[in-house]
């Protein structure tokens, strides 16, 4: 009697931690589905009625190269944390991840060469993120896995059409638009990919807690970093600086920069 009691208790076990994981992933499309809302809406608010200026592409390229600038570092940081020792396949993706990223602030940055321009500064906003989650991810990775499943499904959804909107600017060719058409994931589909590798690692209650929370603070300044780039004159821009620096090397890297350089990610 007490072996099958042991056996009913192990099993509830399991249930009760199956649930509190649905539970977890569905919080966190529920924080995705919001991001995609406020998102479309930002951009309806402009885009009804008026097409992509070349001063708003100039913002919204800028802010991305700074915002995905070494960003391999978060994930290998995510990648070594000690919570993943056996989590081999959410590391190996992270790993995979970290190395399919590592070059796309290049393809921003080379978009912008493409119109004859250079990034701005880095706006305060991207200066925030980078502030908050290069601590953060040390002690508390998820939260910075959370904010990476934000940025990576928040042009789907509802946001699409609009996203795809933002494309008919009359300056826009193929040439400078390598890098909103690549972050539209119709070639590879990192928004699903990572939900994907986060529900098959069998995470914990906290482990949910620290994603959520990262969901939700990573769409607060990603947002901030979208009404930079479409209102020009917003409050953010009170901390706009008026050149960026770049040495020779460095710009001679962004113009060089061919798409052939990502592999299978360019086709």
């Known amino acids: 009697m007490r072996s099958h009691s042991r056996c009913e208790s192990g099993r509830s076990s399991v249930l009760d931690s199956d649930l509190r ?34 001063d708003q592409y100039i913002r919204y390229l800028s802010f991305q190269y700074h915002l995905t ?8 940081a995510i990648a070594a944390h000690g919570d993943l020792a056996r989590r081999r396949g959410l ?23 493409k119109l ?4 701005l500064p880095m706006p305060f906003d991207v200066e925030l993120w980078h502030t908050y989650f290069s601590k953060v991810v040390v002690e508390r990775p ?22 795809r909107k933002a494309l008919q600017g009359s300056f826009l060719t193929r040439d400078n638009t ?29 482990h949910f807690a620290d994603l959520n929370e990262g969901a939700r603070k990573g769409t607060v300044l990603y947002l901030r970093m979208a009404e930079w780039a479409i209102r020009p004159h ?21 113009r060089t920069f061919s798409m052939e350089e990502l592999g299978s990610q360019a086709a």
């Open 234 to 254: 917003t409050l953010s821009s009170i901390c706009d600086r008026d050149t960026l620096d770049l040495d020779h090397c460095e710009e001679e890297r962004i």
């Open 69 to 76: 600038k070494d960003v391999q570092r978060y994930f290998l």
């Open 178 to 206: 390598k890098f909103l058409v690549l972050h539209q994931h119709e070639a590879l589909p990192h928004g699903q990919q990572i939900l994907a590798a986060i529900e098959e690692a069998h995470l914990e209650p906290g």
């Open 142 to 163: 998820f939260v910075r896995l959370g904010a990476a499943a934000i940025l990576e499904n928040i042009s789907d959804g509802v946001a699409k059409e609009w996203v």
């Open 116 to 119: 004859g321009l250079r990034p």
């Open 21 to 54: 994981e649905s539970d977890g992933l569905r919080n966190l499309l529920s924080c995705i589905g919001e991001a995609q809302e406020r998102f479309a809406e930002l951009l309806k608010s402009y885009l009804l009625e008026h097409p992509t200026t070349v």
């Open 91 to 113: 590391r190996d993706f992270l790993c995979s991840f970290a190395n399919e990223e590592e070059l796309h602030y290049l393809v921003a940055a080379n978009d912008l060469a």
